[in-house]
């Protein structure tokens, strides 16, 4: 452990640049490979050499401190790559409608992750409702665009607010309640809202809504194609850039509370309740107020499935998925943004490209838990400690 | 100038069932003092420190902070009114780093909400940038093994560092009044002394600053206070110089008490 200040590495072996680029091209062909191979034996390959990277870093965590130095000294070229790498990636994909959908499909749960990680990362408040604040959201938006004619567009932020009431409302149980019992009233409005869904008659009980009409931007449909430099991406392209756009705001939502105090008053609580409090944090209002940011994120993801899709019904949005979502966090890295967005992609793809595994989802997604509480209990990229600028 | 004390405690007590942890206690701090508090182990001290930060609400009694009745308040509200404090066995925020430890004592008297943290992100940066030099200066100040440390995560320190980060991030709040339950356990002599130096070096810095110290270690209690409160049974039993307290015959009833029940 070193003493100096995490933004200054100790030494580099590589030009940071070089390390930068690598890693991001390296992670992207990584990605793709998964996408596209066809044979169980090339993603198991694929998947022993993501473990022995891991395995190095394990070994020697030095390898892992050096690539998120240089991360942190080249940042802007990182996200320029990072973009060019977003911006170009369904080209990729073009005939391959299927792996283009498993991307849209792990960035928006890239997204209701991120929203989990507020509570489950940030705050240690176990919330095992994610799957229905995402329902919340999908059901607004849907009977709102299929009843009112309400566009993509208005739904957003009409949603955002319906989750968020419904988010400060499953918060307030957290101010007299914790740990187990917490988890047990989140497990129990979970299980409500699906219950609701299922069997109201205005949100089309188990068969969902049908026929939520695909939005448009400036004109441009989102069911038509994009044409660009002579290449024509298919329509899954729309919903694919819109929802990296969305993940850009969760992203920067992360950020943007993680360097604040509120990130530090969350953090506090997970540490240790009775000090926060006795710091003159105001835990109540901090839980509840995770609650709520998390709905709100949840909601933008839900929206954006429901338009995508065209079709939801509460099967979407079981308690099965809010587990999922839990396991992602967990998997990924407890508080580390990059981790919980490694988690959501690997939790999204593996299940769907090792076929073998499918009839057993949620034996899967528990022996992955189990093995990484034992094996990696902080997750693939655990919580790094804040830096400040010249300090 | 106000004579008015900064802190009053009226017939505070409070009752757990059958048994009278404080009981009916009164009190009153000077500005700008150090009083130490001494009395038997289950004595109660600890408790009467948790009445007064509101972490225990009160059967009978008010606490009253510079003419403020504060009696019963949320933790976080007492805190922010000025009144911080350090644990008998010490509660930092174990995985987060020494600094973090610190610039999270400040919470109180930083802003930023949710709203602008989102919106205007320069504006939080900022505000956490400067808490993090303030932090780092606070630090230095009591102990510049652990500012060189400040990335550590707070966990890894032994007893005498986790104690005095503690007593850091108590200063980091810009306190009125600090209350330190046994800061010299876990320490030696030497720690003891740097102690007691670093108290006085903060009284000097900060007009106006009390601090109430539970305290074990008579040395300590003879060299540091102003006064001492001896409390036995919940009860406030003396109350004056320690030179004059020690020699009463119902404080020495008190220890010897405490000495016949442990050579028991
Ligand atoms: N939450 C509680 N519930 C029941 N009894 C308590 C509680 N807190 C403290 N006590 C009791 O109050 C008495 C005083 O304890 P304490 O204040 O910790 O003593 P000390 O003077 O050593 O700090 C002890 O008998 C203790 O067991
Ligand atoms: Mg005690």
């Known amino acids: ?391 | 100038m106000t004579k008015a004390p900064l802190l009053s405690l009226r017939g505070l007590g409070i009752r757990f069932g059958g048994l009278v942890a404080v009981d009916e206690v009164n009190l009153d701090l000077p500005h700008g003092h150090i009083t130490c508090i001494i009395g038997p182990n289950g004595a109660g001290k600890s408790t009467l420190f948790n009445l007064i930060t509101g972490i225990y609400k009160p059967t009978s009694g008010q606490v009253v902070l510079n003419g403020e009745t504060i009696t019963a308040l949320a933790p976080h509200k007492i805190a922010a009114k000025g009144i911080a404090r350090t644990f008998q066995s010490s509660r930092l925020f174990e995985d987060l780093s020494i600094l973090d430890n610190v610039i999270i004592g400040m919470h109180a008297r930083t802003k930023t909400g949710v709203l602008t943290a989102l919106l205007l992100p320069w504006i939080s940066r900022r505000e956490l940038e400067a808490c993090a030099t303030e932090a780092g200066d606070i630090l230095n100040r009591i102990s510049p093994e652990l500012y060189a440390r400040r990335y550590e995560p707070a966990g890894i320190l032994p007893q005498a560092d986790r104690r005095r980060l503690e007593i850091a991030r108590a200063l980091a709040s810009h306190p009125k009044l600090i209350l330190l339950d046994e800061p010299s356990s876990g320490m030696d002599d030497r720690d003891t002394a740097g102690l007691m130096a670093d108290i006085r070096r903060v009284m000097a810095d900060t007009p106006g600053l009390s601090f109430l110290i539970i305290e074990h270690d008579m040395r300590l209690v003879a060299e540091l206070p102003d006064d001492v409160i001896v409390i036995d049974y919940g009860k406030k039993i003396a109350e004056g110089d320690f030179a004059e307290v020690r020699l009463l015959p119902r404080v020495q009833q008190a220890y010897l008490g405490q000495k016949a029940v442990e050579n028991a």
């Not at chain 1, 070994?59 to 080249?74: D, G, M």
């Not at chain 1, 992609?345 to 299940?351: G, Q, R």
Request: no cysteine; aromatic share 12%; glycine share 8%.
């Open chain 1, 1 to 391: 452990m070193s003493a100096q200040n995490p933004s200054v590495p100790d030494n580099l072996a590589l030009p940071a640049p070089l390390v930068v680029i690598a890693a991001q091209v390296i992670g992207a062909a990584l990605l793709w490979g998964l996408l596209t191979a066809e044979s169980t034996l090339v993603i198991l390959l694929l998947l022993a050499v993501m473990a022995a990277a891991f395995a190095a870093m394990q070994i020697r965590p030095q390898i892992e401190e050096n690539i998120v130095a240089a991360f942190r000294r080249s940042r802007r070229l990182a996200l320029m790559v990072g973009l060019v790498l977003v911006l170009i990636w369904p080209f990729f994909l073009i005939k391959n409608t299927y792996g283009m959908h498993l991307v849209i499909v792990a960035l928006l749960y890239s997204v209701l992750a991120l929203a989990l990680n507020f509570q489950l990362g940030s705050a240690n408040i176990p919330n095992f409702a994610t799957g229905a604040t995402y329902g919340i959201g999908a059901y607004t938006s849907a009977l709102l665009a299929i009843n009112y004619g309400f566009s993509l567009w208005a739904t957003l932020p009409a949603a955002a607010i319906v989750a968020t009431a419904f988010g400060f409302l499953l918060g307030i149980p957290s101010m007299r309640t914790k740990d187990s019992y917490l988890a047990l009233v989140t497990i129990a409005f979970g299980i409500v809202i699906h219950q609701m869904l299922n069997n109201l008659s205005w949100t089309g009980g188990p068969n969902g809504l049908v026929g939520i009409p695909a939005p448009s931007l400036f004109g441009h449909s989102f069911m038509s194609p994009i044409n660009v430099f002579g290449y024509r991406l298919p329509a899954q392209a729309n919903f694919y850039y819109l929802s990296v756009v969305l993940l850009g705001l969760a992203i920067l939502s992360a950020k943007r509370l993680h360097e604040s105090r509120i990130g530090l008053a969350w953090n506090a609580i997970r540490a240790d309740e009775l000090a926060a409090k006795s710091q003159g944090i105001n835990v109540a209002w901090y839980k509840i107020l995770a609650f709520a940011v998390d709905a709100f994120l949840a909601a933008f993801a839900g929206t954006v499935y429901a338009f995508y899709v065209s079709y939801i019904s509460p099967d979407n949005f079981t308690f099965l998925v809010s587990v999922t979502i839990m396991t992602m966090v967990i998997v990924g890295g407890m508080d580390n943004t990059f981790g919980v967005i490694v988690g959501a992609f690997l939790l999204t793809l593996l299940p769907e490209k090792l076929r073998i595994f499918s009839d057993y989802r949620l034996l899967f997604v528990s022996v992955v838990v189990i093995l990484f509480l034992i094996l990696r209990p902080r997750g693939l990229f655990p919580q790094r400690q804040r830096s400040y600028g010249g300090h």
